[in-house]
């Protein structure tokens, strides 16, 4: 609600209601921050009575999956995507199928320190990216045991 009503100008921009992963049409709850961005389906570090975390109030939506391959199919393969999806990166990663090999370029937030239960970090991802043909050209590290980066795919890109 908070993206499309602060943030999405351009007509072209459509917002989904899909919550992206490695699966399709799997119903998952998916823990909404009612003040800001700070929006996961990890469910763990929040506290299950009251629904918060850092003061911050969230609300359960109900939300289906979907791959990032179905919504190319849908919509058009993307040449840039950022991916900040608290901890289920690597999820994601796995549901690009064979568009991951027509993704020019993506800007990832990754963590260092594990956060939710069972997440993959830096050098899981790192790892999967570098043997999918892509290359990261941009890095910086937050105080907070994430980081930013930039990658691209080599297939494109003369390095």
């Not at 993704?103 to 993959?120: D, F, I, N, P, R």
């Not at 050098?123 to 590290?141: A, C, G, M, P, R």
Request: proline letters at 1%; one cysteine or more; hydrophobic letters at 35%.
């Amino acid at each position: 609600k908070l993206l499309v009503q602060n943030y999405i100008y351009n007509t072209k921009v459509i917002p989904l209601r899909f919550a992206v992963s490695d699966s399709i049409n799997q119903e998952i709850e998916f823990y909404e921050c009612i003040e800001d961005g700070l929006s996961t389906i990890n469910k763990e570090w929040l506290t299950s009575d009251t629904m918060r975390y850092n003061g911050k109030q969230f609300s359960v939506i109900r939300a289906t999956t979907c791959t990032i391959d179905w919504l190319a199919e849908q919509y058009g393969e993307p040449d840039l995507i950022k991916i900040d999806v608290e901890g289920h990166t690597y999820e994601v990663l796995e549901g690009f199928g064979e568009v991951l090999k027509r993704t020019k370029a993506m800007q990832l937030e990754l963590e260092h320190k594990v956060s939710w239960k069972g997440q993959k970090l830096y050098q899981d991802i790192h790892s999967f990216l570098t043997q999918n043909s892509f290359e990261q050209v941009f890095y910086v590290k937050h105080s907070h045991d994430q980081s930013d980066s930039l990658w691209v795919n080599k297939t494109f890109f003369k390095l």
